[in-house]
């Protein structure tokens, strides 16, 4: 304990109630007086509440276990489900995985982040766009709840890169002042 980083447990001895019981206690509850362990001094009530099954319950218990087995072999519905639940397992794990993954974009594109990550219409990759790239291609009808609806060619993505001439907004406005447009 005088030194830093340095952790020490009190010591403990081993009772020895396994082998050894208890048969005198004194005022505090220290044990005055130890006697070797039988079954005519042993004072563990859990045989006197919890008893071991009978051999009949046993036997009946792993016939009924041996009825089951032998009946679900050949029936057909069971076959049918067991095969469902294989193959609905492969699609929750799909399912969770992809939760998963946009759960933990979070840690690396923020709200504030230039970059969006969008999830394919396959549902298993991801595509990683500019903000104003996703914001045309969703106004475009692509991209709906951070997913692709349909998956766009290169060439449409590529596209949505640059931002069309637009005459209205601020640039179009300042066009019209300084001399681009029809002006005022």
Do not use: H
């Not at 690396?108 to 990683?128: R, W």
């Amino acid at each position: 304990a005088d030194e830093y980083g340095r952790e020490t447990e009190a010591p403990t001895l081993f009772t020895g109630e396994t082998v050894l019981i208890c048969t005198k206690r004194g005022p505090l509850g220290a044990c005055l007086k130890t006697t070797e362990r039988t079954v005519e001094n042993d004072n563990d009530k859990a045989s006197k509440y919890f008893r071991d099954p009978g051999e009949s319950m046993k036997e009946r218990y792993s016939a009924a276990q041996l009825q089951t087995i032998d009946e679900t072999e050949g029936n057909e519905l069971i076959e049918k489900l067991r095969q469902q639940s294989v193959d609905n397992k492969e699609r929750n794990d799909k399912i969770i995985r992809m939760k998963t993954l946009q759960n933990d974009l979070g840690a690396s594109f923020g709200p504030l982040d230039q970059q969006v990550v969008i999830l394919n219409s396959d549902g298993e990759n991801f595509t990683l766009l500019k903000g104003a790239q996703a914001m045309r291609l969703k106004k475009a009808g692509y991209i709906k709840d951070k997913r692709f609806v349909t998956q766009p060619t290169q060439e449409v993505i590529d596209a949505a890169l640059e931002a069309p001439e637009e005459s209205g907004g601020i640039g179009g406005m300042f066009g019209k002042i300084f001399g681009g447009g029809d002006g005022f």
